[in-house]
């Protein structure tokens, strides 16, 4: 079993900014991808940013320029450093990971979402 605990999110205003992170614990052999997706009300969940082992990301065009995904593999951590939050950013923010377990199994896994609020 893998888990993920997001933390982070809260209520900013238009331009502010905000700090996601996620770790990742229990049987882990190695986390391939980790990534952020989100999720407004009436709203199908999106990607918003994800990292690969490698290093390599990739973002949401809504997103690039603004928000910058990092990853801290001895911690098993991802972040989500979000600039210049716009209103169209609320949404509840998920945390992603996939990898093997110790058992040599795949995992993919989900925290259970933190909200953010861009409000003035």
């Known amino acids: 079993q893998v888990q993920l605990a997001e933390s982070g999110g809260g209520l900013v205003q238009p331009g502010g900014s905000l700090r996601l992170s996620c770790v990742a614990s229990g049987s882990i052999l190695s986390i391939a991808g980790m990534g952020w997706y989100r999720q407004a009300p009436g709203n199908e969940r999106e990607l918003v940013a994800r990292?690969?082992?490698?290093?390599?990301?990739n973002y949401a065009d809504s997103v690039k320029g603004r928000f910058a995904i990092s990853r801290d593999n001895a911690k098993n951590t991802v972040y989500l450093q979000m600039n210049s939050l716009k209103p169209e950013d609320t949404a509840v923010y998920f945390c992603?990971?996939?990898?093997?377990?110790?058992?040599?199994?795949?995992?993919?896994?989900w925290g259970q979402g933190t909200q953010v609020t861009v409000s003035s």
């Open positions: 992603n990971a996939d990898g093997r377990t110790t058992s040599w199994l795949p995992f993919r896994s």
């Open positions: 990292t690969a082992s490698g290093g390599s990301t």
